[in-house]
């Protein structure tokens, strides 16, 4: 009987199985016949599993699964049966019914499915093979498309991950990684030895090991277990991921250390040795109460972990040649020659010909039309130029091929209405914006000059008196709009996010509640996912652990405001960390699942406004502290989820990143010291490397307004309509969750708080002109090749953003080395035209002062 159904069903070929209506070629067969050969097909399988696998696998359904895992899938096809499928699926269509990641065409097959054979239209044989196959992937697998092209849904616990070579090579590469990265990080554009390239460079490194250490054992620790392994590559980007990006508190330094901002000189190495500490521990001990909202759940997905995972796989594992709609290029081969293009092509817009990196075009037509420039710009304006790069490093700006498509449209709605905002704020001079460059983080006197905080201080406090006399501080039309989109963000996020996420909230609270009781109790035992279930053979962390590191950094921060001059009282950090941990949950919730990162930042410049007046360097530490540990800590918890998608023994990963985290401080500091001792005009617009150091501009000017002049006279006399952005952004969060609740099938694509996210693309020297390049490269491969040609995408996709990037990093690292740290110029128009005119300049303002010589409130009105 199997051999009869055999034939027929090899004249299927590849047709998807929505395309099928009956079994038997003549289509003449009655529902009795059709049952009758639904057993048969049953017991062909059993008699010959190729029918039923090849199948299966040529149907198409199968095409974002790793090929290696396809038999294991087609496997646990016939040993769920009909009922159990239904229970799945009805499952999945409650939990994912308005998950946005969860695929729209999936979620409605799904719901077709469950209601019956008649409802889908198939008939029996293929409805049968489809409950099954759907419920088989929901329960064995991931419900993620994405997490099913880099994550397989097996283990060997056998394999070596925890190794001698694999810590001297991942700690080698902390201290490179972070040491560049930091000093990068600096610059504008930035670019960093990213994670995947680090990887590029760590994986002929262990398999140098694997060929010359000798097979010997060192204290019991065995020097060389055999061949490179896949966990092992794993555990070095886990490693070398705490240095894959600069540390947050050195963000700062300048800030407070540099005579072009606060001058506070005596913060030299050992200091910041001594906050990072306290700051990057503490986010290292929130990460592991975390785990409970962001690793565990199934919905996070972690978008921006997923091509690291894809690489490693492609760099270190065997792969099955495949051809997918005409391609057989494997993705080892794919990655090298775009890699070896990326590095090339960037010499020309980083070096050769710097305007196609700020292709400005429009504003070269009338380079001294200030209009032109303020809408059209790339620099000074809004950047509506729907051309405006060929730079991948600009492109990549908003990791177009790795967030989901609806998290950048989103963001792009929220920046293009935000522009539209600045340009009306500056026309209408509203708040004197008219007087001052449209979109800069810098802070302005009466005088249209950048504000001169040592005007206002007396002994380096706020001195009422002399800022009478001065002038207040005015912002941009940018920062404004930037301003207010943080504060009502943070109050908006936190309400929407709890309402939408609310059974991971309580379900995650309770676990978190009952290891306290029972430290026994294993987390892998409350989520029944393929992943949790297979991680039960490992030791967990228990969450003990993660508190002594929480309580350790904590005391070690309290003693960096003690011992050193920081003017900060210490009770201003302990206000700072408890708000931080309220507010940390339901933003990793968020990240976790869009990609889009949301932190304290604007939020704790005002609270230090208010706990210490008149002290801008108390303003800083309570944001670095602030930032420092949400920032450390969602870093932290994405390389957890990335070892629980590798399976890595969760215990190995925590020494792996208390370790890191240490070498990271030391040599991120140290490439701190490097530039302020060693790069003239450090952190100047004027910089002749580029090293201008926009986040510090932003910091010294957000220190102007909330900590020296302080929020009562920013709020009350400048700006009062700041003040209720922290109230509008919670009311309006309870209808706008209720609003796509129950409109989900209309605003199903509709994210809020990404669109409030975009309007804070401005406030500093970015704009559209950073974003829309993304857009379009998210549009083409995140949406239309994802659901036209998923197996292309599934393969390639994260291979090619990995490709592109490791060769911009590798390429712009050799000419900044070789042409730009000692400036070597290249004079020529296609060099100059980009900055030549009024965009280029940055400086123009829509008004000149007024008759007076200044503009603003009137004189002695401010108080």
Same mark, same amino acid.
């Given at each position: 009987?199997?051999?009869?159904?055999?034939?027929?069903?090899?004249?299927?070929?590849?047709?998807?199985?929505?395309?099928?209506?009956?079994?038997?070629?003549?289509?003449?067969?009655?529902?009795?016949?059709?049952?009758?050969?639904? !057993?048969?097909?049953?017991?062909?399988?059993?008699?010959?599993?190729?029918?039923?696998?090849?199948?299966?696998?040529?149907?198409?359904?199968?095409?974002?699964?790793?090929?290696?895992?396809?038999?294991?899938?087609?496997?646990?096809?016939?040993?769920?049966?009909?009922?159990?499928?239904?229970?799945?699926?009805?499952?999945?269509?409650?939990?994912?019914?308005?998950?946005?990641?969860?695929?729209?065409?999936?979620?409605?097959?799904?719901?077709?499915?469950?209601?019956?054979?008649?409802?889908?239209?198939?008939?029996?044989?293929?409805?049968?093979?489809?409950?099954?196959?759907?419920?088989?992937?929901?329960?064995?697998?991931?419900?993620?498309?994405? !997490?099913?092209?880099?994550?397989?849904?097996?283990?060997?616990?056998?394999?070596?991950?925890?190794?001698?070579?694999?810590?001297?090579?991942?700690?080698?590469?902390?201290?490179?990684?972070?040491?560049?990265?930091?000093?990068?990080?600096?610059?504008?554009?930035?670019?960093?030895?990213?994670?995947?390239?680090?990887?590029?460079?760590?994986?002929?490194?262990?398999?140098?090991?694997?060929?010359?250490?000798?097979?010997?054992?060192?204290?019991?620790?065995?020097?060389?277990?055999?061949?490179?392994?896949?966990?092992?590559?794993?555990?070095?980007?886990?490693?070398?991921?705490?240095?894959?990006?600069?540390?947050?508190?050195?963000?700062?330094?300048?800030?407070?250390?540099?005579?072009?901002?606060?001058?506070?000189?005596?913060?030299?190495?050992?200091?910041?040795?001594?906050?990072?500490?306290?700051?990057?521990?503490?986010?290292?001990?929130?990460?592991?109460?975390?785990?409970?909202?962001?690793?565990?759940?199934?919905?996070?997905?972690?978008?921006?972990?997923?091509?690291?995972?894809?690489?490693?796989?492609?760099?270190?594992?065997?792969?099955?040649?495949?051809?997918?709609?005409?391609?057989?290029?494997?993705?080892?081969?794919?990655?090298?020659?775009?890699?070896?293009?990326?590095?090339?092509?960037?010499?020309?817009?980083?070096?050769?010909?710097?305007?196609?990196?700020?292709?400005?075009?429009?504003?070269?037509?009338?380079?001294?039309?200030?209009?032109?420039?303020?809408?059209?710009?790339?620099?000074?304006?809004?950047?509506?130029?729907?051309?405006?790069?060929?730079?991948?490093?600009?492109?990549?700006?908003?990791?177009?091929? !790795?967030?989901?498509?609806?998290?950048?449209?989103?963001?792009?709605?929220?920046?293009?209405?935000?522009?539209?905002?600045?340009?009306?704020?500056?026309?209408?001079?509203?708040?004197?914006?008219?007087?001052?460059?449209?979109?800069?983080?810098?802070?302005?006197?009466?005088?249209?000059?950048?504000?001169?905080?040592?005007?206002?201080?007396?002994?380096?406090?706020?001195?009422?008196?002399?800022?009478?006399?001065?002038?207040?501080?005015?912002?941009?039309?940018?920062?404004?709009?930037?301003?207010?989109?943080?504060?009502?963000?943070?109050?908006?996020?936190?309400?929407?996010?709890?309402?939408?996420?609310?059974?991971?909230?309580?379900?995650?609270?309770?676990?978190?509640?009952?290891?306290?009781?029972?430290?026994?109790?294993?987390?892998?035992?409350?989520?029944?996912?393929?992943?949790?279930?297979?991680?039960?053979?490992?030791?967990?962390?228990?969450?003990?652990?993660?508190?002594?590191?929480?309580?350790?950094?904590?005391?070690?921060?309290?003693?960096?405001?003690?011992?050193?001059?920081?003017?900060?009282?210490?009770?201003?950090?302990?206000?700072?960390?408890?708000?931080?941990?309220?507010?940390? !949950?339901?933003?990793?919730?968020?990240?976790?699942?869009?990609?889009?990162?949301?932190?304290?930042?604007?939020?704790?410049?005002?609270?230090?406004?208010?706990?210490?007046?008149?002290?801008?360097?108390?303003?800083?530490?309570?944001?670095?502290?602030?930032?420092?540990?949400?920032?450390?800590?969602?870093?932290?918890?994405?390389?957890?989820?990335?070892?629980?998608?590798?399976?890595?023994?969760?215990?190995?990963?925590?020494?792996?990143?208390?370790?890191?985290?240490?070498?990271?401080?030391?040599?991120?500091?140290?490439?701190?010291?490097?530039?302020?001792?060693?790069?003239?005009?450090?952190?100047?617009?004027?910089?002749?490397?580029?090293?201008?150091?926009?986040?510090?501009?932003?910091?010294?000017?957000?220190?102007?307004?909330?900590?020296?002049?302080?929020?009562?006279?920013?709020?009350?006399?400048?700006?009062?309509?700041?003040?209720?952005?922290?109230?509008?952004?919670?009311?309006?969060?309870?209808?706008?969750?209720?609003?796509?609740?129950?409109?989900?099938?209309?605003?199903?694509?509709?994210?809020?708080?990404?669109?409030?996210?975009?309007?804070?693309?401005?406030?500093?020297?970015?704009?559209?002109?950073?974003?829309?390049?993304?857009?379009?490269?998210?549009?083409?491969?995140?949406?239309?090749?994802?659901?036209?040609?998923?197996?292309?995408?599934?393969?390639?996709?994260?291979?090619?953003?990995?490709?592109?990037?490791?060769?911009?990093?590798?390429?712009?690292?050799?000419?900044?080395?070789?042409?730009?740290?000692?400036?070597?110029?290249?004079?020529?128009?296609?060099?100059?035209?980009?900055?030549?005119?009024?965009?280029?300049?940055?400086?123009?303002?829509?008004?000149?002062?007024?008759?007076?010589?200044?503009?603003?409130?009137?004189?002695?009105?401010?108080?």
């Amino acid at each position: 009987m199997g051999g009869e159904y055999k034939d027929k069903l090899n004249q299927l070929g590849t047709v998807s199985v929505l395309e099928i209506n009956e079994l038997a070629p003549d289509q003449s067969l009655s529902n009795t016949e059709k049952k009758n050969a639904l !057993v048969s097909i049953e017991e062909a399988y059993h008699h010959e599993p190729d029918v039923i696998v090849d199948r299966i696998k040529e149907s198409g359904d199968m095409d974002d699964i790793l090929a290696e895992d396809a038999d294991f899938i087609v496997g646990k096809v016939y040993t769920i049966d009909v009922a159990t499928s239904l229970e799945v699926l009805q499952e999945a269509i409650e939990d994912f019914g308005t998950d946005i990641n969860f695929p729209e065409k999936t979620l409605q097959r799904l719901k077709l499915l469950v209601q019956g054979e008649d409802i889908y239209g198939q008939g029996p044989v293929l409805y049968d093979l489809d409950l099954r196959l759907e419920a088989a992937m929901l329960k064995f697998h991931s419900p993620y498309p994405e !997490v099913r092209s880099v994550c397989s849904p097996v283990d060997d616990p056998t394999i070596p991950v925890e190794t001698f070579r694999a810590y001297v090579i991942g700690l080698f590469w902390v201290i490179v990684g972070s040491f560049v990265n930091q000093m990068m990080g600096f610059r504008q554009p930035y670019f960093t030895l990213s994670a995947q390239v680090i990887q590029l460079l760590s994986v002929p490194c262990g398999q140098l090991a694997a060929r010359i250490l000798p097979d010997v054992s060192l204290f019991g620790i065995k020097l060389n277990p055999g061949p490179w392994t896949f966990k092992e590559q794993v555990f070095v980007t886990i490693l070398t991921n705490v240095g894959a990006h600069g540390a947050m508190f050195v963000y700062y330094a300048p800030t407070m250390r540099l005579k072009l901002f606060l001058g506070q000189e005596w913060m030299g190495y050992g200091f910041t040795v001594i906050m990072g500490l306290g700051c990057e521990f503490f986010g290292m001990g929130l990460a592991g109460v975390l785990r409970r909202w962001a690793v565990y759940p199934v919905k996070s997905v972690w978008p921006t972990i997923l091509p690291t995972l894809q690489l490693n796989r492609t760099l270190l594992l065997p792969e099955k040649k495949k051809n997918i709609h005409g391609w057989t290029i494997s993705t080892y081969k794919f990655f090298n020659i775009l890699l070896a293009g990326s590095f090339l092509y960037f010499f020309i817009p980083d070096y050769l010909f710097t305007a196609l990196s700020t292709f400005n075009w429009p504003t070269w037509i009338a380079p001294k039309n200030r209009d032109l420039a303020y809408v059209m710009g790339s620099r000074i304006g809004m950047g509506f130029n729907p051309i405006n790069t060929f730079d991948w490093s600009i492109v990549n700006y908003s990791t177009p091929l !790795v967030l989901p498509f609806y998290t950048i449209a989103n963001r792009y709605l929220g920046s293009f209405i935000g522009a539209i905002v600045i340009l009306i704020m500056i026309y209408t001079n509203y708040k004197y914006t008219a007087y001052i460059p449209p979109n800069t983080a810098d802070v302005y006197d009466r005088f249209g000059k950048v504000y001169n905080v040592s005007r206002v201080l007396q002994n380096g406090k706020f001195d009422a008196d002399l800022y009478k006399q001065y002038s207040p501080p005015y912002m941009s039309a940018g920062n404004i709009v930037y301003q207010s989109a943080s504060y009502v963000l943070v109050t908006f996020a936190f309400v929407y996010v709890i309402l939408s996420e609310w059974k991971i909230f309580k379900e995650a609270s309770q676990g978190f509640i009952k290891s306290l009781k029972n430290r026994q109790l294993s987390n892998y035992e409350r989520y029944t996912d393929p992943v949790s279930v297979l991680m039960r053979q490992y030791p967990e962390v228990p969450d003990w652990w993660f508190l002594i590191v929480l309580g350790l950094s904590f005391v070690i921060a309290c003693i960096s405001m003690a011992a050193f001059p920081t003017t900060t009282p210490v009770w201003v950090i302990v206000v700072t960390y408890v708000i931080t941990i309220a507010l940390l !949950v339901p933003f990793i919730v968020l990240y976790s699942s869009t990609g889009y990162f949301l932190s304290f930042g604007a939020l704790g410049m005002i609270l230090g406004g208010y706990m210490a007046p008149g002290n801008g360097l108390a303003c800083l530490f309570t944001r670095i502290f602030g930032v420092g540990a949400d920032w450390q800590s969602e870093t932290y918890v994405g390389d957890q989820k990335l070892a629980h998608y590798a399976k890595l023994p969760p215990r190995a990963v925590f020494r792996a990143q208390m370790l890191a985290t240490l070498f990271q401080i030391l040599s991120s500091a140290g490439s701190l010291e490097f530039l302020v001792r060693g790069l003239p005009n450090f952190c100047s617009y004027t910089q002749e490397s580029r090293f201008v150091c926009t986040f510090a501009h932003t910091l010294y000017g957000d220190s102007v307004i909330y900590g020296f002049v302080g929020p009562h006279r920013t709020f009350d006399n400048l700006y009062p309509t700041l003040k209720y952005c922290f109230l509008i952004g919670a009311l309006i969060a309870v209808p706008c969750f209720y609003a796509r609740k129950y409109f989900n099938k209309q605003l199903r694509f509709v994210h809020p708080v990404l669109i409030l996210g975009g309007f804070m693309t401005f406030g500093s020297t970015y704009n559209l002109s950073y974003y829309t390049p993304g857009l379009y490269a998210s549009f083409v491969f995140m949406y239309y090749i994802r659901r036209r040609y998923l197996a292309w995408w599934a393969k390639y996709n994260y291979i090619m953003t990995s490709a592109l990037t490791a060769g911009v990093a590798f390429s712009g690292i050799l000419i900044f080395l070789g042409l730009q740290y000692k400036p070597k110029k290249l004079v020529w128009w296609g060099n100059e035209v980009s900055t030549a005119g009024v965009d280029g300049k940055m400086v123009a303002t829509y008004r000149t002062a007024p008759e007076g010589g200044y503009f603003g409130l009137p004189e002695g009105s401010w108080s």
